[in-house]
């Protein structure tokens, strides 16, 4: 079987790649511009992370003006990066693309890094969802595509820890692409589970 595993440089992602990898998947990494902020230092380690890792150099699709049209404070600094986070339609956008890119080198699935239900703060992060959308792609595409979403039972201490024991370090996760993290974005506050 072979996969496009969607990475963005982040700790999940590029877990799902190592995963992906350690069921003998080929897989096609790839990164999705969707106007975010964070941009050049999420590819800039997507390349690094994955480089460093023996993964394929990730394909990127440029689709920074979804971003220009669908604002959120992911994408334009003059909103809240934490309040305004919702960003409609990305997770769809990302699964789209994929399984647009997968049919084109004829792979059967694509995997996303979303995490335990419980943890989803937008409709686009759970179980039903993820069912719904690959139904739809499946129709779309004219042909079974799978949505894998293989940390969708684990908790971010659950990722930390299996990340530690794969050596992936180097990722970037704050979503305002500053050199050093925010510490309030929703990306950097999942790091606090340890503080709690």
């Known amino acids: 079987m ?13 877990l799902v790649a190592v995963l992906a990898r350690e069921e003998g998947l080929e897989q096609y990494p790839l990164f999705v511009d969707f106007g975010q902020r964070s941009k050049d230092k999420e590819l800039a380690a997507c390349r690094a992370v994955l480089a460093r890792l023996g993964l394929p150099e990730p394909k990127v699709a440029k ?3 979804f971003g220009d049209l669908i604002r959120s404070g992911l994408t334009d600094p003059s909103l809240r990066v934490l309040e305004d986070a919702f960003t ?3 997770n769809l956008l990302f699964l789209l693309v994929a399984s647009s890119y997968a049919v084109q080198r004829g792979a ?3 995997s996303i890094g979303l995490l335990h239900e419980d943890s989803s703060l937008f409709p686009d992060q759970t179980n039903n969802f ?50 050093e993290a925010c510490g309030a974005c929703i990306a950097c506050n999942e790091f606090k589970f340890e503080e709690e």
């Open 63 to 65: 689709l920074e003006g």
């Open 2 to 14: 072979s996969i496009v595993t969607l990475v963005s440089g982040g700790l999940d992602s590029t």
């Open 108 to 110: 059967d699935a694509v």
């Open 88 to 90: 409609p339609g990305r």
């Open 130 to 179: 993820l069912a719904q959308a690959e139904a739809l792609l499946s129709l779309s595409m004219g042909k079974s595509m799978r949505v894998i979403a293989p940390l969708a039972e684990f908790h971010k201490i659950d990722v930390v820890a299996l990340a530690q024991q794969k050596g992936i370090v180097g990722t970037y996760s704050c979503h305002l692409g500053n050199d």
